[in-house]
């Protein structure tokens, strides 16, 4: 596995990367607007109708899916990186493949998620 | 004239044939203002406790022996003026060193992994004398000249998270000489150092951390150096996927 | 005195001939001095992480129907929830911030033939496109684009 683990870690890193950097920038409209400025009612959600047909253009699946799907990777990574500082070394592998593995799980519910709509 | 200001030097002591474990000792002296932290060790030594054991040699930061945590920060001793520092200054050893005696660690780790990245020019056909020299824009030289002014102080793997607690990660200084030589236009080895990069001791360890180039003395910037080796390393592995052979250019 | 480091951290591959004190971590990691913000930095994984899946449960009810839709939203209205995301939001920012500012050197000095814009370029760029993204994200979610 740890061998495993080195040789897919160009892969990890791009997608990490890509979840730092695209993740952070499509994450930041999203939680301002779904996650406060909505349910505070400071604006309108947005009805089911203008919801899903924004959603089910291929731009709004494309980006939907990488807005779930790249913070998983940024997220699992990290968290892998803390438990490394805090001493996590030697269970690194287990825990690297825990928590890629939710990351990749979570990726493929979000293509799910997004072919459903 | 006043009396010369005192400062108090809480310094690490830890000598293996009579200590269990490293201790501290404190040593109140009169400071001259014009001395640097290493003038105030070495008259530690000379003066009050000729047992005190620690690393110097140029008195002018280019030889990167005197590396020391003053105040919890890796420095360079030969540096830092006293007069920058309160009353009591504390002196520990490297951080993620193992220690011989007082203020030595053991280097040879550190020079375990330097050996691995295969620090010198490698030439897929060696060229003769009569071949003439290579020749090298000024264009080329910028682009790997800042890492190879590292002078193996060693503060940069003293202040790595990464390093601390990934025995086989190879550590920033390393692969900053690694990416010195992968990014000079004389070098044909990056395929094989690339190789290394990813192996055991991966640069995809490095967690940009930034504190190796916080700390570098000499501006090497080896975060720099890191993260730049980790995308030449994906490019490599890239192109790798493309042309199975594993040909570069 | 300062945490200790892995038992093997820097050991040598020949052990020397007297015995060594083992390797201490830093003494400011983790959350003191400059380590505070890289701590933080790697934390907000779990923020990201979790964020995600909410996204996910948030799109999946988007496709099971209304009524699921509906649902969704009164959840997110609890305070936790509001809580969560506003911290959130800050993390994001956060990261942003400080990854933008290290970007620019993490770029090889070439690829191939291409050579990367200069640093504050780099970061203009960045910044801009954060900037853009978020404007035309947050129109489309507050119904501004159809």
Request: charged share 20%; glycine share 8%.
């Amino acid at each position: 596995m740890k061998q495993f683990l080195l040789k897919v870690e160009p892969v990890i890193w791009l997608l990490f990367g890509q979840g730092i950097m695209i993740g952070t920038m499509l994450l930041t409209g999203w939680v301002l607007v779904m996650g406060v400025l909505a349910p505070l009612g400071v604006v309108d959600s947005l009805s089911y109708e203008h919801a899903h047909g924004l959603a089910s253009s291929l731009i709004g699946r494309v980006v939907l899916a990488a807005l779930i799907a790249l913070p998983l990777w940024k997220g699992a990574h990290h968290i892998r990186s803390l438990s490394i500082d805090f001493g996590g070394a030697d269970r690194d592998t287990e825990l690297a493949t825990f928590l890629y593995g939710i990351a990749a799980v979570g990726s493929l519910l979000a293509i799910v998620a997004v072919v459903r709509l | 004239m006043s009396d010369p200001p005192k400062k108090t030097f809480v310094i690490t002591r830890f000598d293996p044939d009579v200590d269990e474990v490293p201790k501290t000792q404190s040593y109140e002296i009169a400071v001259d203002p014009d001395w640097k932290v290493l003038d105030a060790v070495n008259y530690i030594k000379d003066e009050v406790d000729g047992t005190l054991s620690h690393r110097w040699s140029c008195r002018m930061a280019v030889c990167g022996s005197c590396g020391m945590m003053v105040n919890g920060e890796p420095r360079l001793t030969c540096k830092d003026s006293v007069s920058q520092y309160g009353d009591t200054v504390e002196i520990t050893p490297l951080s993620n060193f193992p220690v011989i005696r007082d203020l030595v660690v053991d280097m040879d780790g550190f020079m375990d992994k330097f050996k691995k990245v295969k620090p010198w020019i490698i030439r897929a056909k060696e060229l003769a004398a009569e071949d003439g020299p290579v020749r090298q824009s000024p264009e080329e030289l910028e682009e790997f000249k800042q890492f190879s002014m590292c002078i193996n102080c060693m503060l940069c793997y003293s202040a790595c998270p990464v390093v601390s607690n990934e025995p086989e990660f190879l550590g920033p200084a390393a692969i900053a000489l690694g990416h010195r030589y992968n990014v000079d236009s004389r070098d044909e080895g990056a395929s094989e150092r690339n190789a290394i990069f990813r192996g055991e001791g991966t640069v995809f360890s490095c967690s940009f951390a930034n504190e190796c180039s916080e700390v570098c003395p000499k501006n090497v910037d080896p975060a720099a150096a890191v993260n730049q080796a980790k995308f030449n390393a994906v490019i490599d592995w890239a192109t790798g996927l493309v042309l199975p052979s594993g040909e570069k250019e | 005195m300062a945490r200790p480091a892995h038992p093997q951290a820097m050991q040598p591959v020949k052990p020397g001939r007297t015995r060594t004190a083992p390797p201490t971590m830093p003494p400011q990691f983790p959350m003191t001095g400059r380590y505070r913000a890289y701590t933080l930095f790697d934390a907000t994984g779990f923020l990201y992480l979790f964020v995600g899946f909410v996204a996910l449960r948030v799109v999946w009810a988007l496709g099971t129907g209304s009524a699921a839709w509906a649902s969704i939203q009164q959840q997110l209205a609890n305070p936790l929830y509001i809580g969560f995301h506003v911290i959130t939001l800050a993390a994001v920012c956060f990261v942003a911030v400080r990854f933008f500012g290290l970007f620019p050197k993490a770029q090889p000095p070439r690829i191939g033939p291409a050579k990367p814009p200069p640093g504050p370029v780099i970061v203009g760029m960045l910044y801009a496109a954060w900037i853009g993204i978020t404007v035309l994200m947050s129109a489309a979610l507050m119904g501004g684009i159809s």
